[in-house]
């Protein structure tokens, strides 16, 4: 399995390769259609994240030692965006993932081009990912005890 940094250096590469800010929201569109397709059900206030300006989900699964992440929005830009952070943290460690810096999309171009209120949205998301990897670690530490 890839590590958490090297699938961020790859998402990396993978943007800088777009000529342009619409080249990058056409490649993370296209990566929307990657994402494993949420079923109703799915699709509670429980996984809603809070503060997006469209709706977004995000659902984490914990096996004792890797978080796994499925996601959805109703909004193309917004999914192709949480499509880039579930390549990048599903499957990390809560560790990698609570030491990855969640800088790496303004470093491809990516936040820059958001709207204030998309900017937003995504810190909202990233600090989600964060709160449930901080949560599994805290887990993980009491069940080792």
Do not use: H
């Not at 914990?62 to 880039?84: L, M, P, Q, T, W």
């Amino acid at each position: 399995m890839m590590m958490i940094q090297d699938r961020k250096d790859k998402l990396l590469q993978e943007l800088k390769a777009q000529p342009s800010p619409d080249d990058r929201f056409r490649y993370l569109i296209k990566k929307a259609g990657e994402l494993e397709i949420l079923t109703e059900a799915e699709k509670n206030d429980k996984f809603l994240v809070k503060g997006c300006i469209s709706r977004a989900w995000l659902i984490p699964r914990f096996d004792g030692e890797r978080v796994y992440f499925k996601a959805d929005s109703e909004a193309s830009i917004v999914k192709g965006v949480i499509a880039a952070l579930v390549q990048v943290y599903s499957g990390g460690t809560p560790e990698e993932i609570m030491a990855l810096s969640p800088e790496f999309l303004a470093e491809g171009g990516v936040s820059d081009a958001l709207s204030m209120n998309r900017r937003s949205g995504l810190a909202n998301m990233l600090k989600q990912v964060r709160l449930y990897a901080f949560a599994y670690q805290s887990l993980a530490q009491k069940d080792s005890k």
